[in-house]
């Protein structure tokens, strides 16, 4: 049982390059979500799933997409890279809303240079 | 909106020594979360409290969520050098994703 997935872990972008950072989870879990950690701001969500086909916008969402195509998988790409988006990003997942686990996965590490 | 706000900022406590922190929310809670991260990792759940007045332990961590559910507390009991990191607090809003506070980095010094 692997849980959350998250790749690449470490990763240097040039500005205005794209990518997308992978999530994935074998838990069947309906609710996944994506986060962004910068010093001294905890945890800022950007997007989010309710379920695959359903996603919604977050706290800071600017700058990032996600789509649901399948339960299992919840990508985030950055469609032109700024150095503002320099920052660890987590994902999570649970199994529905309310009073559950909630798994993180471990991290991607975004340098935008 | 669901606002968390985590004090202190951060704590620098002698080894074997008692904290506390806490967590505050200017909205009543449904659940609250507790999180470690260890710098430079991922994050670690602790306990999930969702009853007022509710008390949960784990080892040498005890959290407790007030009556009026607006206000936890995370207390570490002899601190040690592994409970080094940071904490973070999540509320749950019912139907979207956890909030955090900014979190709270504990150091602790032999």
């Known amino acids: 049982n692997a849980g959350v997935t998250q790749t690449p872990k470490f990763q240097v972008l040039k500005t205005g390059q794209s990518m997308t950072l992978q999530c994935a989870q074998d838990?069947?879990?309906?609710?996944m979500s994506w986060y962004r950690q910068d010093p001294g701001m905890g945890l800022r969500l950007i997007h989010y799933s309710v379920g695959a086909g359903i996603t919604d916008q977050g706290e800071v969402p600017n700058g990032y997409n996600v789509s649901r195509s399948t339960t299992e998988d919840f990508p985030l790409r950055l469609l032109s890279a700024a150095p503002s988006q320099t920052s660890v990003y987590f994902c999570?997942?649970?199994?529905?809303?309310?009073?559950?686990?909630?798994?993180f996965g471990e991290g991607s590490w975004l340098t935008v240079v | 909106s669901q606002e968390l706000e985590q004090s202190p900022q951060s704590l620098i406590v002698q080894e074997g020594k008692n904290l506390t922190i806490n967590c505050t929310s200017s909205?009543?809670?449904?659940?609250l979360y507790w999180y470690k991260q260890k710098y430079g990792e991922g994050l670690i759940f602790l306990m999930m409290l969702q009853k007022g007045g509710e008390e949960k332990s784990h080892e040498k961590i005890t959290a407790k969520l007030d009556e009026k559910k607006q206000q936890s507390s995370l207390h570490i009991t002899a601190s040690q050098p592994s409970h080094a990191g940071i904490y973070l607090c999540g509320a749950d809003k019912g139907n979207t994703p956890l909030v955090f506070g900014k979190g709270t980095r504990l150091s602790v010094i032999a």
């Open positions: 909205k009543t809670l449904y659940g």
């Open positions: 999570a997942s649970s199994y529905s809303s309310g009073l559950n686990t909630i798994y």
């Open positions: 838990m069947n879990h309906e609710y």
